[in-house]
């Protein structure tokens, strides 16, 4: 069984991923979408630095994003001019920091689906009198509610795994900021393999659970548009 250490790791995980994925829809579904319409010169440019986390050491991201929040750096700053307050190694900052990190697993799904929508069914919403939003809200976004569940699914779970953004920007403040990766750290840290097994185990069982729910779906979406 989880001790009540873990257990609040835990909740503050799924708290962290559910709120880091319900903020990725929200801003990265109009981004996505810009990304597939546009032919913009700006799009490769904008493309790559939404693709920067894939490839950039999670350190090198955590190391840059710690000065970003610091009290006087580019986030951190005029934050604390409108009246609030520390970023760095609080849940906000967490939160700003798994934005940042999981943005490429939502917009590039999204992208995906969004440009394999067929134009036709755009222009005849067009015709038959539909608003951009309209359309967007009516024929855009249930078309591409494939996209939109592995989105989902793959933000949650990404963000459930960050190990080194989180411990450079968040630390390892028990009730506050420590997370699953970083308690399992911890518990290997103290050779306490049984606890560390058990939590280990715990996010590879809640990750394989999420992906196989994503191919079943995927593969009943596909059956039923045969």
Do not use: C
């Not at 700003?96 to 995906?112: A, K, M, N």
Request: aromatic share 8%; charged share 10%; no cysteine.
């Amino acid at each position: 069984m989880f001790s009540p250490g873990d257990l609040q790791a835990l909740l503050i995980t799924l708290r962290l991923a559910l709120i880091t994925t319900l903020l990725l829809l929200v801003l990265g579904t109009p981004l996505a979408w810009w990304l597939a319409r546009t032919r913009s010169v700006l799009k490769l440019p904008l493309e790559a630095l939404v693709a920067l986390p894939l490839v950039l050491p999670p350190t090198v991201l955590g190391f840059y994003l710690l000065l970003a929040l610091a009290p006087d750096g580019l986030l951190g700053g005029p934050w604390r001019a409108l009246g609030g307050g520390a970023l760095a190694f609080t849940f906000t900052g967490l939160v700003i920091g798994s934005l940042i990190y999981s943005l490429p697993f939502v917009v590039q799904p999204l992208q995906t689906a969004f440009e394999g929508l067929e134009e036709r069914t755009l222009e005849a919403a067009a015709t038959l009198g539909a608003a951009p939003l309209d359309r967007f809200l009516t024929v855009v976004l249930p078309q591409a509610r494939q996209g939109l569940l592995s989105a989902a699914t793959l933000g949650f779970a990404h963000t459930v795994g960050e190990f080194g953004v989180v411990l450079m920007i968040g630390g390892n403040i028990p009730g506050r900021t420590q997370v699953l990766s970083i308690a399992i750290y911890d518990h290997v840290e103290a050779l306490d393999y049984g606890s560390a097994h058990l939590l280990s185990a715990s996010l590879l069982g809640l990750s394989f659970v999420m992906l196989l729910g994503v191919y079943v779906t995927n593969r009943r979406f596909r059956v039923r548009m045969r």
